[in-house]
């Protein structure tokens, strides 16, 4: 059975713990994801699955799920989930513990399984990875004759001296105070060693010398013009169209863009490449993104919704994520295809980022760590608040949070 034995329900086990469920995400923007579920429905015909779309802003997707399992609710029996809701869910109780042994964990690229522990039990079956590449221009490299930079200094000295000689702005990220701000900054701290919170997210780590360098490492860049002063707007999209508009050298960003930035009529198609992110002494550590499967502690149908997630996470569906959902997948041996490196030439980088990426902070609170961090993070940013000024009060704002529980 996929489900611990003591997450199984007053019902017990039997074929009550099988029958008709539903499948609750985040809006398919492909629409793959039906089209994978009728290939279950037509071997599971007393078990089909419902997909039930949510809203495709995460907040409102996670604004959704939190209350129907607040509640009690047994409408979502699965729930695709954003890593960064794994510990909150679990920690809440609304996501039921699994069997590790029966699932095909071994095939799985092994940084992407922490995403789906808390405090030493797994809670979710990882589905979709990710982490931040860093694009650059290759054109405008190779007319300098430098290599793709590897560490701080190569980034902010080629930002610095290249990009305006060939009228680009240097680097950018998401640097709006938002959840892709966190994800920013958290990346540079790991980078040098240093985390956010430590213990599971009982103990906070942040005010450390680490954290010290990563974040002056961006208010310098911000400072000295490097980083654009636009780039404190950016999310995702608004940094993706800057730089396929050729308007910047460097951009981290997600895999997502590959495929845009290299469409018929993209301005920079044929003319980027993408490498690790850079840290300050080689390369650096993105932050794990991507979504995992968990199933509602109070599904009906408990048995059959762990299945799914055996299906799900099978290679076959796992090829069809990438595919046809044009998503980065788990399985590790897809990374090393040689058809799919043929039509998806990021793939090596990609598996080497995700190998040294880490999740985001742990925390029965995470949203509240991300505003934290966000917040507090765009006042430095901004010249509001020094680096000094800006950790002291980040320390005391999540310690208060991790008071809370």
């Known amino acids: 059975m996929l489900l611990s034995a003591c997450s199984q329900g007053a019902s017990g086990a039997g074929d009550q713990d099988r029958g008709p469920i539903t499948l609750a995400t985040g809006r398919d923007l492909t629409g793959y994801l039906q089209h994978v579920l009728d290939g279950w429905n037509a071997g599971h015909p007393r078990e089909k699955v419902t997909l039930v779309q949510l809203p495709e802003a995460a907040d409102e997707t996670y604004a959704q799920m939190a209350s129907s399992l607040r509640s009690g609710s047994s409408r979502f029996d699965v729930l695709n989930i954003d890593v960064a809701w794994t510990s909150e869910f679990a920690a809440a109780g609304w996501i039921a513990p699994l069997d590790r042994g029966s699932l095909p964990l071994g095939h799985l690229l092994p940084s992407v399984l922490d995403t ?36 701080w200094a190569e980034l902010e000295q080629d930002a610095k001296t290249i990009a305006p000689k060939y009228g680009l702005q240097g680097y950018a990220g998401q640097l709006l105070p938002y959840e ?53 707007g950016f ?31 993209s301005p920079v198609a044929g003319k980027f490449g993408v490498v690790p992110l850079p840290g300050p002494d080689g390369p650096g550590s993105s932050v794990l993104g991507g979504s995992d499967l968990a199933v509602n502690a109070h599904s009906r149908h408990p048995r059959t919704a762990a299945d799914l997630l055996r299906y799900l996470t099978s290679e076959g569906v796992q090829r069809q994520v990438l595919t046809a959902g044009s998503l980065p997948p788990v399985w590790a041996s897809l990374y090393t295809d040689p058809a799919l490196v043929r039509r998806y030439p990021y793939l090596p980088v990609l598996e080497q980022s995700v190998k040294h990426a880490q999740p985001r902070p742990k925390s029965a609170h995470y949203d509240q760590v991300s505003l934290a961090v966000a917040a507090v993070a765009g006042d430095a940013l901004r010249g509001r608040v020094t680096v000094d000024q800006a950790l002291a009060r980040l320390k005391r704002e999540l310690a208060a949070i991790v008071r809370t529980g």
């Open 180 to 232: 892709g701000l966190t994800v920013n900054v958290t990346e540079a701290i790991q980078s040098v060693g240093g985390t956010v919170l430590g213990d599971e997210g009982r103990t906070v780590t942040v005010d450390s010398p680490a954290a010290r360098q990563a974040l002056s490492f961006l208010v310098d860049g911000v400072r000295q013009g490097w980083i654009p002063q636009a780039a404190l």
């Open 116 to 151: 789906a522990t808390f405090r030493g039990r797994l809670y979710a079956m990882p589905y979709v990875t990710n982490a931040g590449l860093l694009y650059y221009r290759k054109d405008v490299l190779a007319a300098a004759g430098v290599a793709p930079p590897r560490t």
């Open 235 to 265: 999310k995702e999209e608004e940094s993706r169209r800057d730089f396929q508009d050729g308007h910047l050298l460097f951009l981290r960003n997600w895999p997502y863009v590959y495929d845009s930035a290299s469409a018929k009529g």
